[in-house]
């Protein structure tokens, strides 16, 4: 693989407050891109993982964790070396990317595939936000009147709250004024990340007997044949979901201010984040597993593994919730600098969409305001519609990981990088691909049986903890 380093764009350098392609000046450092990278990966993914390595057990878990982490790395810096075009142009955004080196019809078709697996990931943070506020006031409850009680409660309200707080924070105009909200978002992931693995020592520490197994749940009376190749298909999708962070890569790379090659920054940031993310998996899943066993929750901080210190649940979950705010604005950003950048062009005499009114210093735009505040309330009302926490990870993992964290990537790298088809390098390229492929096919299999499965009882409105 050949190393690239790109230079800036020719510009005029005397300008302090304009960068090379007439945008204000970027700040963005490997630190701020790392806490970007760290808010986007550690969420609620890692939540699921106990679980995923219960169906998967000793052997096959890890490795899948391991895997995914190292084609993710690998896709990610494929991706990283394509942020400027051959001509050394910037792209802003994953669809801006896919035009400069696939063309047209490839850029549509990442759009949907993009845009689509955004909404999604936005829809699930609202979903895990709303069960990790509740586990909040349901530990309260398991303390006070035992953990026999059922202190059952409706999701509903805090899904709200939570789109409620959404709609002021989603007036923050773009990508570059979420530094500071990801930085503490990644402080949050790795809190609430400790508390888990801590409280999974803790209660393998107390010896109590939990089977475990090297091939995950075994077949039996609890168990068929049928069901747990479901569950290991939808593990799969949930491990995916826990990496997936290639959708906003170029936006996160686009914040790197001018100087050293972005691509080299980029990289360096990368390589941060997703070996801080893939040891935070690997404790929080292997021992996660190793306190429950076979019967590891969905969710381990909120299906009441852990029952006490209460109050430290209670921490972790607070951390959830706070990382889940940053978290959901780094992945709805894309979706709004889309539509309004659309918007913008489409009509662009039209005041009501090109305005921007300045109050107590802060811009804000009535077009803005309306279109993002129905933004949200949309993944609001769709959470309190299907709020299935583990099929519907799996099946946002599934959708993501082949199209977006290998695909693209590795057919752009290609195209910038003029592999000859057939050599070595294409070959194993595609091979790599494939294999993908045929992962995020069963993946999305098994989720989807799991989300039918999970209908065919639910009442929509009413979805309890």
Known sequence: ???????????????????????????????????????AVIGSGVLSLAWAIAQLGWVAGPIALASFSIITWFTSTLLADCYRSTSGTRNYTYRDVVKSYLGGTKQMLCGIAQYTNLVGVTIGYSITTSISMVAIKRSHCFHKYGHEAGCHMSNNPYIMSFGLLQIIISQIPNFHELSILSIIAAVMSFAYSSIGIGLSISKIAEGGHVETSLTGIPIGPNMSKIEKMWNTYSALGNIAFAYAFSNVLVEIQDTIKSGQPE?????????????????????????????????????????????????????????????????YQVFCQPIYAFVEKWSNEKWPENKFITGEYSVCGLKLSLFRLIWRTLYVIFTTVFAMLFPFFNDFVGLLGAASFWP???????????ARAKIPR??????????????????TLLAAAGSIEGLIRSLKTFKPFHSMS
């Open 1 to 39: 693989m050949t190393r690239a380093n790109f230079s800036i764009e020719g510009g005029d350098p005397s300008s302090h407050k304009f960068d090379d392609d007439g945008r204000p000046k970027r700040t963005g450092t490997a630190l701020t891109a790392s806490a970007h990278i760290i808010t």
């Open 422 to 439: 057939f050599s070595f390098m294409w070959i194993w390229m595609q091979i790599l691909s494939g294999i993908c492929l045929v992962i």
């Open 263 to 327: 691509n080299v920054v980029m990289k360096k940031a990368t390589l941060a984040g997703i070996s801080v993310s893939t040891m935070f998996y690997m404790l929080c899943g292997i021992l996660g597993y190793a306190a429950f066993g076979n019967n590891a929750p969905g969710n381990f901080l909120t299906g009441f593994g852990f029952y006490e210190p209460f109050w430290l649940v209670d921490i972790a979950n607070v951390c959830i919730v706070v990382h889940l705010i940053g978290a």
């Open 404 to 414: 977006l964290t290998v695909y693209f990537p590795i057919e752009m790298y290609i």
